[in-house]
């Protein structure tokens, strides 16, 4: 048995390397590139497994400073929060005279195959990645295309390897409760995201620790997880507030589900801020227009797209990020759904 090393200094790698190693030719090998789906898929894997022995890499493209364009891509495109990740990475693209294309993955935090091999043959610049992710072969895929790419991600939990910007939402969920304790609240709700979103739980855990610090204990019963929908926040309010304890307050997982929240409570007759507090999280523009107008807490999320697409755009000009990983700051903004509880006690 032959035994395979990879070649030292990896530079030296060549695709007719690749041939000689796997046994086939170098057409193959440049179908396997670039993304070509009419290679059988045992030799696909055994190139592959070859290109990463060798450490093979793609030479890094070096566009001009403007021309061309970007993938943007979301799990799933709804909401103001979608529109505000929009609006940021195309501030960016516009001023780059950089073009940008948009799509999403119906939900899905991973694209598929058959969407991968789409976009590789249609090679984007670059793709910003928004709340999805990529397997280590994609991205491997990816790199060796020449194709940069960066996360927008709030779950603060992405490889060292991806750029990616978020925002530290541990931080938001401690403020989000200190703010309520502050005002007297002691039976505080919390109504968290999907509970397989680190996100969610990077929140709640901020709540819980505003509690410690206030030496008060958290009721588990008044924790819950759910979407990040208008949906979820009304019927979770709705349980909540026809408990016979009710909450005195409620912190929702975004303005989205807190306005869920804020139609629950006049459901069951109850006035907002005198009998039930509500604050939401994101400080979508529409938070400022509810009636009551939204105590939120700020997560930038334009800043954190704009800076995601400077990064990409600097990847494209083959300039390495200082560094992998930048968490902006989340603030709490107050407003008008939010005061003191009627019977602090």
Not at 74 to 91: C, K, N, P, S, Y
Not at 129 to 144: C, P, Y
Not at 146 to 152: E, K, L, N, R, Y
Not at 265 to 290: F, H, K, M
Request: hydrophobic residues 40%; neutral net charge.
């Amino acid at each position: 048995m032959t035994e395979h090393r990879p070649l030292d200094p990896p530079a030296s790698t060549t695709i007719a390397t690749i041939a000689n190693d796997v046994g086939v030719s170098v057409a193959t090998v440049s179908k396997v590139l670039n993304g070509r789906g009419d290679v059988a898929p045992g030799t696909r894997a055994r190139v592959e497994a070859s290109l990463d022995r060798h450490r093979y890499q793609r030479r890094t493209r070096r566009p001009p400073t403007s021309g061309g364009r970007i993938d943007l891509v979301f799990h799933e495109f709804d909401t103001g929060w979608a529109m505000e990740i929009l609006r940021g990475v195309e501030a960016v693209t516009t001023a780059a005279g950089v073009g940008l294309s948009v799509a999403q993955l119906d939900g899905a935090h991973r694209p598929p195959a058959r969407w991968l091999d789409a976009l590789l043959a249609d090679r984007p610049l670059g793709v910003v990645f928004v709340l999805s992710h990529l397997a280590e072969a994609q991205q491997q895929h990816l790199r060796r295309q020449g194709i940069p790419f960066v996360v927008v991600d709030t779950d603060s939990a992405t490889s060292a390897s991806v750029p990616t910007v978020g925002s530290n939402n541990w931080n938001g969920g401690l403020l989000a409760a200190r703010h309520l304790l502050e005002l007297g609240h002691r039976r505080i709700a919390i109504i968290s995201g999907p509970l397989d979103m680190l996100c969610s739980r990077a929140r709640a855990a901020g709540f819980q620790s505003a509690h410690d610090e206030a030496g008060i204990t958290v009721d588990r019963e008044l924790i819950r997880y759910g979407s990040f929908s208008a949906g979820a926040g009304h019927a979770h309010g709705l349980e909540l507030l026809r408990r016979a304890a009710r909450p005195t307050a409620i912190f929702a997982g975004s303005d989205i589900q807190a306005m869920g929240v804020l139609r629950a409570a006049r459901q069951c007759g109850l006035r907002v801020p005198e009998d039930l507090s509500v604050i939401g999280y994101d400080n979508l523009p529409v938070s400022a227009w509810t009636d009551p107008a939204l105590t939120t807490i700020n997560q930038p999320l334009r800043d954190m797209a704009g800076i995601a697409t400077q990064m990409l755009l600097d990847l494209t000009r083959g300039n390495e990020p200082a560094t992998s990983r930048i968490d902006l700051v989340t603030e709490l903004v107050v407003r008008e759904s939010t005061a003191p509880p009627a019977n602090p006690h």
